[in-house]
């Protein structure tokens, strides 16, 4: 699975060297990672409603070139679930629009965590089979 998420660079998300200010790629992350999981037809809201949260496990960042103010930017994200279903891995993209030149390339990975027994669980079914490609309707 693939999904792109395009953000204009906010003026308050810049530096005052005009430059995006680094932690606001790990907000555009998180907001491409929700809609990638909403456009399959899984909102967090319904899997934290069922009992699970999802922590974040790791984070990865690699910087190539600076966005700027205005500038309208693309973050590509791709998912993938391990073999046991506990762990989710997004991995990500972020591109200049009008030149498609990559801006920075980071990972971010999730354990699906019971909240009542406070211990990590596979997903539920249905996110399974929806990431997996075996249920394709919402």
């Known amino acids: 699975m693939t999904h792109t998420y395009q953000h204009r660079v906010r003026f308050r998300e ?14 555009w992350f998180e907001v491409a990672r929700t809609e ?3 456009e ?3 909102s967090y809201k319904s899997i934290e409603a069922a009992g699970t949260i999802l922590p974040v496990t790791g984070l990865h960042a690699k ?18 679930l391990s073999q046991s279903g506990v762990r989710i891995r997004f991995e990500y ?18 354990c699906f965590f019971d909240r009542g027994r406070s211990r990590p669980t596979p997903a539920p079914q249905r996110v399974i089979d929806v990431l997996r490609g075996e249920s394709q309707s919402p």
């Open 40 to 42: 399959l037809g899984v």
């Open 63 to 80: 910087y190539h070139l600076p966005a700027r103010y205005d500038d309208e930017v693309l973050v590509e994200t791709t998912c993938h």
């Open 93 to 110: 993209e972020v591109k200049r629009k009008v030149d498609n030149a990559l801006l920075v390339e980071g990972s971010v990975s999730l």
């Open 36 to 38: 990638a999981l909403r």
């Open 14 to 27: 810049c530096d005052p060297m005009g430059i995006v200010y680094h932690v606001h790629y790990l907000d």
